[in-house]
């Protein structure tokens, strides 16, 4: 698979974790690609820690708006009856669990269900932004990520990187498969039927638990 089929396999899967009526809020990158993938009649709302409640589609280019940018900085339009406040409300509505679904990228996740999607200044990102917010705040945590990087398995025994925050990730969704956090490790619920579970467990650092009844991802 290229790199966008990638993106879109795992858009696709994640969509389909979202139910009608959730807040939900999406990390920078991939994840933003998820809403072009809703089940027909599923209707979210969308919320970006920057200070927004109800964010529409990704507007036409030449008709952007220079004020309204999601956390990313990336253009986006209202919806009607959307909202646009400060940040304090914004993580107001984070922290005090109101968001059902966060959906992350990740740079390195482990069988613990630790997330590192940040490092120091001089690295990959200056900082963690509301990420540790969102991971201790949100009732659901799932990553959408692909699967390696540069050959390198990112899903790891334990994330060598600094943390976002411990023991928070419910749910791995990869262009492989999908993956869930469990108290014995963790899970391949579904795999992406282009791949076998050798595949998925020679790209993959931690030990991958195998059900008997595992599923295709589609």
């Not at 005090?96 to 690295?123: K, R, S, Y």
């Not at 928070?168 to 492989?176: A, G, N, R, Y």
Request: charged share 20%; net charge negative; with cysteine.
């Amino acid at each position: 698979m290229d790199k966008n089929q990638i993106r879109e396999v795992i858009a696709r899967r994640c969509a389909k974790e979202l139910k009608d009526g959730f807040v939900v809020n999406l990390g920078i990158g991939l994840p933003t690609l998820i809403p072009n993938y809703l089940p027909e009649g599923v209707k979210v709302v969308l919320q970006s820690e920057n200070g927004l409640l109800g964010l529409g589609p990704t507007p036409e280019e030449g008709k952007e708006n220079k004020y309204l940018v999601n956390a990313g900085g990336g253009y986006i339009s209202v919806l009607p009856g959307g909202s646009i406040f400060d940040s304090s409300t914004s993580f107001g509505i984070i922290r005090g669990g109101h968001v059902d679904v966060t959906i992350l990228g990740a740079m390195q996740v482990d069988e613990q269900g630790n997330l590192a999607n940040w490092i120091l200044p001089g690295g990959k990102t200056i900082g963690m932004g509301g990420a540790m917010d969102l991971l201790v705040g949100a009732k659901e945590v799932i990553l959408a990520m692909e699967h390696t990087a540069k050959g390198k398995p990112k899903i790891l025994k334990r994330c060598t990187l600094p943390l976002t925050a411990p023991h928070e990730v419910d749910m791995i969704v990869t262009e492989m498969g999908v993956m869930k956090i469990t108290p014995d490790g963790i899970v391949l619920s579904e795999i992406n039927p282009e791949f076998t579970v050798d595949q998925v467990q020679q790209n993959t650092e931690a030990t991958l638990i195998i059900p008997s009844d595992i599923k295709p991802m589609f």
